[in-house]
């Protein structure tokens, strides 16, 4: 009985003795809850674009911390994505989603620093990189060719491949050096320039000749206001600058 009695005793001593520890774990379980949500994939880009699979989580990831560049980085992907989604939207062309997105993500990696190649079209080059990325990511392999057309023809100044992916990220991504996002991203790049004007005489250059090469009617009548703001822009800049003779 006395035996009984202590064994009582030395068992709820124990468990006493195992509070403070328990209590620490709690503790610590709390204090790493928020770093571990930080790490956790989020469930959408910037803008809310979804990132409902493995791939484009991976994906995202790479492009968000690789793609830095203030032209053609990770911020005009997400901009070419939704852009050429609209215009299919607006225009009841048939894409698939997945095609867009991977191709929105890595059309440009080719004429970003660390893996241009001298010589080599940025194009060319960013197939040669998505293609073995993607497949590596986790992406439907049976999609990869129509990746790599919309890649191909994505420029204003070349023709986009038949397929509606194509044709939507050619228009989206000439829609987007238009209007005031295309003068920001124009003047980003003048670099090291000792002045803006090769800049200006881009944007020009893009407000007369980039409406005429886009393939869709949706993306023609996206283009027109963008193109006005151009105008107002060069015509305010000349104001602003003694008649354009100071730089
Ligand atoms: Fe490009
Ligand atoms: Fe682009």
Redesign the pocket.
């Known amino acids: 009985m006395k035996i009984a009695r202590r064994s009582a005793i030395e068992s709820t001593s124990r468990r006493h003795q195992s509070w403070p520890l328990a209590l620490f774990v709690l503790l610590m379980a709390l204090a790493a809850g928020p770093a571990l949500a930080k790490n956790a994939a989020p469930a959408a880009t910037q803008t809310g674009i979804p990132l409902n699979a493995s791939w484009k989580q991976k994906l995202y990831a790479f492009a968000r911390g690789k793609l830095i560049h203030p032209a053609?980085g990770w911020s005009h992907s997400e901009r070419d994505f939704r852009l050429a989604s609209e215009i299919a939207a607006r225009g009841g062309l048939a894409v698939d989603k997945d095609v867009l997105f991977a191709a929105a993500f890595t059309?440009?990696i080719g004429?970003i620093g660390e893996f241009e190649k001298d010589g080599v079209d940025?194009?060319v080059r960013s197939i040669e990189i998505a293609e073995p990325l993607l497949r590596e990511m986790g992406f439907p392999v049976q999609k990869i060719p129509a990746v790599s057309e919309a890649i191909l023809g994505?420029?204003h100044d070349k023709v986009p491949g038949r397929r509606n992916e194509s044709v939507v990220l050619h228009d989206a991504?000439t829609v987007d050096f238009l209007g005031n996002v295309g003068i920001a991203r124009r003047l980003s790049v003048t670099g090291t320039s000792p002045d803006y004007a090769g800049g200006l005489a881009k944007i020009r250059e893009f407000a007369d000749k980039l409406p005429g090469r886009l393939v869709t009617a949706t993306a023609k009548r996206m283009a027109a206001p963008r193109v006005m703001e151009m105008r107002r822009f060069l015509f305010q800049i000349k104001a602003e600058t003694a008649n354009g003779q100071l730089p």
């Open positions: 053609w059309h440009d004429a940025h194009a994505h420029m991504d």
